[in-house]
């Protein structure tokens, strides 16, 4: 069993959810991706014992393209993520009707497919094309299922796309010119690539670009809280649970491996950029007037932090960012949720218009709050874990990026408290508010669980990742 | 050779189906002969072999790219049967000429004389001058056919002179003699200007700017399925004639010779980048749809010249950009035929709720259309990388990047066209399942994602 | 180089490429300038026969004799049948924008002086042009060259006029209207 | 068994929460209080264990659960660390905690959300003993934010009134920037020394040869600016007043005996770096005795019976990092424990109060409730005592204590807590007497309803004034226990400025008269020339500026607040929408230019020959003529 | 008989073509008369038919001739199918000026 297997299961639950028709497409796509959950699992302990779950396959022999996948650590907590995340998302859609659902079902089980096929592409052109088909389906389901005006929607979806896809093809020629000079699109082989300080320095750049809109890092962030904010729920936990993890990723995969020494050259300036998208994001988090606006600015601050952090080129900053892609992945699709079930119940995203919901769902409210307060980074959430690594590799750069980073904690816990306050806390609302179904319950139930369960006991985790970012640290610093 | 000759035979035979009052069997029986010559074509591959005073010359460049033109004109004899049900007296008209014009494509890639390439283009030309005006009664149609004639004629007379000064500089129309003695030290300037000449009259069959301007108001004005064929086949014609042309001719070498190459590359890169940003950029603000892939026809062939910098490792990845762009464009506009049929324009309003009326067009157009974009596992997406690849190896970065924010451009129109099937209300019943159309688009599509999943088929077919 | 013609010296040959060339240029542009059609097809004609001097004058009879058939005889009836059938032989053509005229008469000048600049740039022929003395363009030869070497052009080209052909016809064929 | 003891310590409480949480709705109010009760009552039990053991040993317990956090260079455990002084805050912590649960089964009784404030209390006891008892800094953090998220969930514990939910927020976000700094300090106390670990710190600190001072000191003053926060020192003490909005209880147990200790319990416990500090110590004792004047003339005007206590606790608490800041420990300490029995007791004898007036607070409404409430009023009456100084009670000597190392290091220090401590004794009681003496002010059908309260409150109110009287006899001057219980700590020999002298009697003697002529100053004011404060409005001159507290909240809201959610707008309203348009202005321009292009398509042929012969020349003459 | 070039010069004959080549591009540009659009267009490619002759004399070699006579065929192609659609366009509109032909444009 190697891990093409994964692929397979989501690649071929994608269709069949498409051809179980709109009644069963739900129900189908949850139980493909509950195997997709468990054979990572299985992948997952193949990799502990040792076993070899790689794959390679020549594909395009001029140029030289390989059907290549990597399980290592890294990779799979990345898939991990991904196949945790999936059937969280999708159960947590069960509230919803969806009209054609088939159509809606098979475009997530695609989209999961691209986004692990994106962690496990040991092939630079092969992670490029998973990189691109991943925006795809989040296109479709942002553009036909989204809300809002129907032409403030398009005007989002298509500049998220071009956006995005800009960058990515820079990134594209990027990969074209290191196959010219490495004469294959292998990872390994790129690695071994030696490039002057110029050249990387362009590559790094065009890369970085790729991964900037994708994160987003400011100023390259403006897409975002439009397309969160217009994209159906279930859209906006899939981008930003899930395919923003992709860009910081890549960071570490394929950026800061190829280019160290322009990474090493620059790198204050690209924490400084990372930093300053936490300060940005969280002033602009602080007015937002939409939940889910807010929930993206905030969104923005947390992964311009785990950015800072992957650019220090430490241990440290690359095992404490991991960690921190993980934990918001769940943080901020359980948040995601929160605010749909709000919508469920109000029909509205409007901070003003909500407002003492906490009398009338106890159990809601106190989900949201630990959700919350795992997004400020309460000790004892496993966010604190990432945050906190984060920070201290900051500090050993420059103290200045701890504390400017570290206003986070401050910033973060204002507008979270704020919004948390409009919206759930105050008077009575007049308008009735049920409390969470079992449905939802369920899914924050488990969101809330594994941030609690790491938070306490990252070990696992850290023990996965290690190895993989002790590898690309020495290909960093090989020079 | 024998290719041609059975093409030619098969349209005779569509004439004279006419005369047997067999108009019914006209399309399948076109449709069984072009699979039929396909298979001669194929049986042809990999012989390199010249006929009559290398009057013909037959390579692995001319089938390979024979066969993707017999293929195209499959799917748009296909086409024709919906397209001309209005039309039953024509119909052998309409195919025969389809098919003599497949001859004249034929005769274009395999010429080993000038006198074929010029009767060739003639062919091909006069053939889609009818074509383009073949709605007698419609305006538009005339204008079309009207200007495309005047202006092609120009262009023929361009090439005509380019042909007579490279006559005058050799003393003979045979590609290997000029091959020859294009590297002699002795060659008078004539030579490269008639090759220049030719350049010129090939790049405005391609539509390249600044000879392009005809297109967009051809395309729009032609009946939809001349469209078709223009911007597929007639483009992918056009663009691998240059190629050979500069290639058999022993072009390059020549102007290296008197020093003239990188001027000449420079005129490439320019009228590369102009051609793809104009075409790009004009078609973000149409709302025909043939007028805007007329553009996007154009950025393509902006991006197709490109090869012409490395002309001798190139082959393939013309060969795949053409039949990626080619197959693209069939599905492309046989979900356009379908929707267009019983309308009197293609503005994009009538694509309004596609999505949601039939669902396979729509799919099918959008994934033509996410493939001429160049997203990946598309055909498209490997065309536009083999091409940069090319490109960077041959030291042409900025090029490169230009052609990839155009790309990032192209979107903006092509998503156009996916947005307005999936995210607004239809506007009108759409019934029938036109069997040939369905048939032609999921096939083509399928076609154009295989070469995706598996580029290397066609790309290796020139090494 | 150009020659500069030597009127004192001239030789009979030049004398009268000198005037068919004068009477070909005079007459294209009288053909262009000419407000009725008709007259523009008259001096088109004379232009034709000049050009046929031009070949009689280099000697190849049996390309001037089809040249006269086919332009005079062919092209220039079909055009004078379709200016008639139109009734053109008034002036109708609007008046021209001058901008229109300006723009026509740049890009004359200007093509025209490119590509003479480029001529007179390029190296002169130097020496004298061979004359191999054998016969290269008499009826029999031009039979057989066009007949063996060029027989698949020459069918090629019974497909171009197929072409021709069934497009004239397609697009002036009326149809039944179906119902 | 250590960790036996150590786990039941901790998660009975947690425990408890659980159950609360799941279960206390369906449980009943008493039950669930009982539950919360018992809990934490056990985990006082386990104290007393704890302590018996370590008093017996005279040696810490070190108990490491796992791995928890791994960094390169640092590797953190979830381990605890019970010692002399863990122990000794886990036995007023759990202690006062069960007292405090105990009265608040009465006092919430009304509340129909009571098991969650039970859920809540339990679960403040929970962090607050992980708080002591981790082993490194980093679970001191949990301990740390997570009292923090206890005080802003009980703050905010009546959450439909948005004011006490903003107090709670207010709570949360001020603890926040505390926390930043002492997240900081931490980062440089880990990359010098490779730990965070209290013991391994210690030995790496006295063992270390080439320390650098100067980052150290940054290290203390972070932790110091986190204590602060905690502590509710100057400037981030302005939370602290506002979270008298949470109910009594709470108030008594988290914002007076408690939560807000754990700034001195964190620098005590890191005595050993601050002790390397001293530039910061400085600023420590300075900022303690700030504090504690300003907040004591803040509480000079209160008439908010909360807020004089809350204003009061700032201002003990100032006088406490006073003592730190002098690197006496064990006094402050020592006030710390004095502080909790009679500040507790005084907040609980208010709660009593509120409670008897149905919620009244101002003590404009209030007076003669002396004989209402008898037991409130002399329970108070002794706290007040003690608090004052008033020689043999507890306070008295905790206070001369502080007072005596102030006058030992720095005598203008010395002045500014001495007159905080005539302030205080002045407030209180003008509290006692507006509260308890002459005629009650409120309505008639508050009058009707005056009552004391049941015993379930008046019982820990009792035993809390028992510990405020005899609280102090654990550290008499001259021969202290708590010196010698705590010596283990400390690097530096304790002990050494108390052999009792002239100087010192005078100064007791001075502290005393002052005390007493606050009393004086109060009861000639309030009792003989029976004033009762005006009215807000018809406050002027130095005692609005003091009702105002100084105007600080609203300097606060000017300075950061406002500039903050100006900029939050800015940057939504401008900035994004100008980075956005910047995005879409290149679309803009290209479909601008688009617009232009097609006007250039005029469909005229001779336009588009036109251009033809004008490319096909410029092709031509820039190959061939270039040259 | 010897090579007549040798009285002209092979040049002269490249003049006179590209001049009448030109002048076919300028009666192109100049006209807005389809038909003598169609005539100028006639007199480009008898500019080059002019040339082929004369360098198929200058190479002494016959290929230029035949050549012509594809040139011709061509032409008369050209001209048949081009006359067949300015006939169409005269029955729909009644004009053969190509200033009308301007609806397709933008």
């Known amino acids: 069993m190697n891990v093409s297997t994964i692929l397979i299961i989501l690649l071929i639950g994608a269709f069949a959810t498409y051809f179980s028709g709109d009644k069963l497409a739900s129900k189908v796509a949850l139980l493909f991706s509950l195997a997709a959950l468990g054979c990572s699992i299985v992948l997952l302990n193949n990799y502990n014992a040792g076993e070899n779950i790689s794959v390679i396959n020549s594909w395009i022999n001029q140029p030289k393209i390989s059907f290549a996948l990597n399980g290592d650590g890294l990779g799979l907590a990345m898939v991990l993520l991904t196949a945790a995340l999936t059937p969280i998302i999708i159960f947590s859609s069960f509230g919803n009707e969806y009209k054609n659902a088939k159509g809606f079902y098979a475009l997530i089980l695609f989209m999961a497919f691209a986004m692990v096929g994106t962690f496990l592409a040991a092939d630079g052109l092969l992670y490029y094309i998973f990189w691109e088909l991943a925006l795809i389906p989040i296109y479709f389901i942002a ?177 404490g960012s991991v960690m921190q892609m993980i934990a918001h992945g769940f943080v901020v699709v359980g948040l995601f949720f929160a605010a749909e079930v709000i919508f469920r119940r109000y029909e509205t995203r409007e901070i003003g218009e909500m407002g003492g919901i906490r009398t009338q769902s106890p159990k809601f409210t106190s989900m949201f709050l630990i959700l919350v307060l795992a997004s400020v980074a309460l000790p004892s959430t496993f966010n604190f874990v990432g945050e906190f690594t984060v920070l201290y590799s900051l500090s050993q750069i420059n103290i200045w990026f701890a504390i400017l980073g570290g206003t986070t904690i401050i910033l973060g816990a204002y507008y979270m408290l704020r919004m948390f306050q409009h919206v759930m806390l105050g008077e009575t609302n007049s308008k009735t508010f049920a409390d969470v179904t079992l449905n939802e319950g369920v899914s924050f139930a488990v969101i809330i669980a594994v941030l609690l369960f790491f938070g306490f006991y990252p070990k696992p985790i850290t023990d996965l990742i290690t190895p993989s970012l002790e590898t690309i640290l020495q290909v960093i610093n090989k020079n | 050779m024998n290719t041609l000759i059975a093409i030619t035979g098969l349209g005779i035979f569509c004439l004279l189906f006419e005369i047997l009052n067999l108009r019914k069997a006209i399309i399948p029986i076109t449709i069984l002969g072009l699979i039929g010559v396909l298979a001669l074509n194929y049986c042809e591959f990999g012989t390199e072999q010249s006929y009559y005073n290398n009057m013909i010359a037959v390579s692995k460049f001319s089938t390979a790219f024979s066969s993707l033109f017999i293929v195209l004109t499959i799917f748009l004899v296909a086409l024709s049967h919906n397209f001309y049900q209005n039309h039953p007296t024509k119909i052998s008209d309409f195919v025969a000429i389809k098919v003599f014009l497949l001859a004249g494509a034929v005769a274009m890639v395999s010429f080993g004389n000038l006198a074929m390439f ?158 793809m940003s104009v075409g790009n950029i004009m078609a973000l603000r149409q709302v025909n749809v043939k007028r805007m892939l007329a553009f996007s026809g154009i950025s393509h062939a902006g991006f197709m010249l490109m090869t012409l910098l490395t002309v001798s490792a190139s082959a393939g990845v013309l060969l795949y950009y053409t039949a990626a762009y080619a197959l693209a464009g069939i599905a492309a506009f046989s979900v356009i035929l379908y929707v267009c049929r019983d309308q009197d324009n293609e503005d994009i309003t009538n694509f309004h709720g596609l999505g949601k009326t039939n669902p396979l067009l729509a799919a099918v157009l959008t994934a033509s259309l996410l493939s001429m974009a160049g997203i990946p596992i598309f055909s498209g997406f490997f065309a536009k990388l083999f091409l940069f690849n090319q490109t960077i190896q041959a030291g042409y970065i900025g090029l490169v990047i230009v052609a990839v924010i155009n790309s990032i451009i192209s979107v903006g129109y ?42 290397s088929l066609v790309l290796d077919l020139l090494k | 180089m150009i020659h500069i013609p030597d009127f004192a010296h001239a030789t009979t040959v030049q004398v009268i490429f000198c005037f068919l060339a004068f ?99 390029s190296k002169p022929i130097v020496g004298e042009y061979d004359s191999t003395g054998e016969d290269f363009q008499s009826i029999k030869v031009l039979g057989k060259i066009l007949l063996n070497e060029y027989m698949v052009p020459f069918e090629f080209a019974s497909i171009l006029l197929l072409v021709a052909m069934i497009g004239a016809v397609l697009l002036s064929k009326k149809e039944k209207l179906n119902k | 068994m250590d960790t036996n003891l150590a786990l039941i310590l901790v998660l009975t409480p947690l425990l408890g929460f659980l159950v609360n949480v799941f279960f206390g709705k369906s449980l009943g109010k008493t039950v669930s209080g009982a539950i919360g009760t018992i809990a934490v009552a056990i985990s006082f039990v386990v104290s007393l264990l704890l302590f018996n053991q370590i008093t017996s040993t005279g040696k810490g317990i070190q108990v490491t659960l796992f791995d928890w956090i791994q960094i390169s260079n640092l590797k953190i455990n979830l381990g605890f660390l019970l010692d002399q002084l863990s122990v000794l805050w886990l036995l007023f912590v759990t202690g006062i905690g069960s007292l405090i649960h105990l009265y608040s089964i009465s006092y919430m009784h009304d509340d129909e959300n009571m098991h969650k404030f039970f859920a809540y209390l339990n679960l403040f006891v929970f962090f607050m003993i992980t708080l002591v008892i981790g082993s490194n800094l980093l679970v001191l953090f949990i301990g740390w934010e997570g009292v923090g998220l206890c005080s802003y969930l009980l703050i905010g514990f009546w959450h439909k009134n948005q004011d006490y939910n903003d107090a709670a927020k207010k709570a949360f976000i001020m603890n926040r920037i ?82 807000v200790t754990a700034g001195i319990f964190m620098v005590t416990r890191l005595n050993f770096v601050f002790d390397l500090a001293t530039d910061v110590q400085t600023v420590i004792a300075v900022i303690g005795a700030i504090t504690s004047l300003v907040a004591a003339t803040i509480g000079l005007v209160q008439n908010d019976i909360k807020k004089v206590l809350a204003y009061s606790t700032v201002s003990q608490l100032g006088l406490m990092f006073l003592a730190l800041g002098f690197g006496a420990y064990e006094v402050a300490v020592f006030h710390v424990i004095t502080h909790a029995f009679f500040k507790a007791c005084l907040f609980l004898g208010s709660g009593s109060v509120i409670h008897g007036l149905h919620g009244e607070q101002d003590m404009r409404n209030m007076g003669g409730l002396r004989k209402a409430m008898p037991i409130t009023f002399w329970t108070m009456l002794i706290s007040s005592l003690a608090i004052s100084g008033v020689p043999f009670f507890s306070g008295f000597f905790s206070k001369d204590e502080i007072l005596l190392t102030a006058f030992h290091h720095s005598i203008p220090l010395y002045v500014v807590g001495s007159v905080a401590s005539i302030m205080t004794a002045f407030y209180m009681f003008r509290l006692m007497f507006l509260t308890f003496f002459k005629e009650f002010r409120g309505t008639e059908e508050q009058k009707h309803h005056l009552h004391e309260s049941g015993s379930l409150i008046t019982i820990p109110l009792i035993i809390l004034a028992i510990l405020a009287t005899f609280g102090g006899l654990i550290s008499l001057p001259g021969s202290s226990w708590l010196n010698g219980y705590l010596a283990p700590l400390f690097t530096k020999v304790a ?54 507290k100084y105007y600080v909240d609203e300097i606060y809201d000017a300075v950061f607040v406002k500039p903050i959610n100006v900029l939050s707008k800015f940057f939504r309203d401008h900035v994004e929408t100008v980075l956005s348009a910047a995005v879409f202005g290149l679309g803009k321009i290209a479909s601008e230019i688009a617009f232009q292009g097609k006007k250039l398509q005029t469909g005229s042929i001779g336009l588009y020959l036109f251009v033809f012969v004008l490319g096909l020349c410029a092709i031509v003459s820039y190959i061939f003529l270039a040259q | 008989m010897g090579n007549i070039l040798n009285q002209i010069g092979i040049e002269n004959y490249i003049f006179l073509s590209v001049v009448l080549f030109c002048i076919g591009i300028f009666g192109v540009l100049y006209r807005r008369n389809a038909i003598i659009v169609f005539m100028s267009i006639e007199i480009m490619l008898n500019a080059v038919n002019l040339l082929f002759v004369a ?47 301007k609806n397709l444009k933008g």
Request: proline share 3%; glycine share 6%.
């Open chain 1, 143 to 319: 553009l036909i299922w989204g809300n809002g005006d129907a032409e403030e929607r398009r005007k989002a979806v298509v500049k998220f796309f071009i956006y995005t896809l800009a960058g990515s093809l820079f990134m594209l020629t990027a990969f074209i010119y290191l196959y010219q000079k490495a004469g294959s699109f292998l990872i390994e082989d790129l690695y071994k690539v030696n490039l002057s300080a110029c050249e990387q320095f362009w590559i790094f750049l065009a890369f970085f670009l790729a991964y900037a809109i994708k994160i987003p890092i400011i100023p390259f962030h403006t897409w975002q809280a439009n397309v969160y904010q217009k994209a159906p729920t279930v859209g906006t936990m899939l981008l930003s649970g899930i395919m923003l993890k992709m860009g910081l990723y890549s960071v570490l995969r394929w950026q800061l491996p190829i280019a160290p020494l322009a990474a090493k050259e620059y790198m204050t300036i690209f924490i400084a950029l990372g930093i300053a998208g936490v300060i940005y994001g969280s002033i602009v988090a602080l007015r937002q007037k939409d939940l889910k606006k807010l929930l993206a600015y905030s969104s923005l601050a947390h992964v311009g932090l785990i950015a800072a952090g992957s650019y220090t080129l430490t241990l440290d900053g690359l095992r």
């Open chain 3, 23 to 121: 009477i070909t240029v005079i007459t294209a542009f009288l053909t262009i300038f000419s407000r009725n059609p008709i007259h523009s097809a008259i001096y088109l004609v004379i232009c034709f026969f000049s050009i046929a001097g031009h070949y009689l004058l280099l000697n190849s009879q049996f390309l001037a004799v089809v040249h006269i058939i086919v332009y005079s005889g062919a092209i220039m009836i079909l055009f004078l049948f379709t200016i008639m059938l139109m009734n053109l032989n008034e002036q109708r053509e609007v008046h021209r924008p001058r901008i229109t005229r300006l723009g026509a008469i740049v890009s004359f000048c200007l093509i025209l002086i490119v590509l003479i600049t480029i001529f007179i740039n």
């Open chain 2, 414 to 455: 092509y998503f156009k066209l996916i947005i307005a099937m999936y995210s607004k209300e239809p506007n009108q019943e759409r019934t029938g399942r036109p069997f040939l159309i369905y048939a032609t688009a999921v096939v083509s599509i399928v076609l154009n994602i295989a070469l995706g999943l598996f580029p």
């Open chain 4, 178 to 259: 505390g926390d930043l700094g002492l997240l900081i300090g931490m980062f440089i106390i880990g990359s010098m020394f490779s730990t965070l670990d209290y013991a391994t710190l210690k030995t790496a600190i006295a063992g270390a040869t080439n320390l650098n001072l100067p980052l150290l000191s940054l290290a203390a003053l972070c932790l110091f600016i986190g204590a602060c926060g905690k502590s509710a020192q100057i400037p981030l003490y302005t939370w602290l007043p506002d979270a008298m909005a949470g109910p009594t209880p709470v108030s008594a147990l988290i914002h007076a005996a408690t939560m």
């Open chain 2, 118 to 275: 010029f009767l060739g283009i003639e062919i091909l030309s006069i053939a889609l001058y009818v074509l383009a005006a073949s709605d007698r009664l419609n305006i538009k149609s005339n204008e079309a056919g009207m200007k495309y004639f005047l202006m092609g004629s120009f262009a023929s007379g361009i090439i005509l002179f380019g042909i007579c000064l490279i006559y005058g500089a050799m003393g003979s129309f045979d590609i290997s003699e000029i091959h020859e003695s294009a590297l002699s030290a002795e060659l008078p300037i004539w030579f490269p200007i008639g090759m220049i000449l030719m350049v010129v009259g090939m790049l405005f069959k391609v539509a390249a700017v600044p000879f392009h301007f005809w297109a967009p108001d051809v395309y729009e004005g032609s009946p939809a399925l001349t469209t078709a064929l223009m911007s597929t086949l007639a483009k992918v014609v056009a663009i691998a004639t240059l190629f050979k042309l500069i290639a058999s001719m022993n072009f390059i070498s020549s102007l290296e010779n008197q020093d003239l190459l990188h001027t000449f590359e420079v005129i490439v890169v320019i009228i590369s980048i102009a051609s």
């Open chain 5, 55 to 101: 360098f198929s004399t200058y190479h002494q070699d016959a290929q230029g001739q035949v050549f012509v006579f594809f040139s011709m065929a061509v032409a008369a192609a050209e001209v048949a199918v081009g006359l067949a659609i300015l006939v169409s366009i005269f029955r729909n509109i009644g004009s053969i000026s190509i200033d009308n032909l």
């Open chain 4, 495 to 548: 002990g050494e400025e108390h052999h009792l002298g002239a100087t010192e009697y005078t100064l007791m003697g001075v502290a005393v008269l002052g005390g007493l002529l606050g009393i004086l100053i109060a009861y000639v004011k309030y009792f003989k020339q029976d004033n009762v404060p005006e009215s807000d409005e018809n406050i002027t001159g130095l005692s609005r500026l003091l009702y105002d």
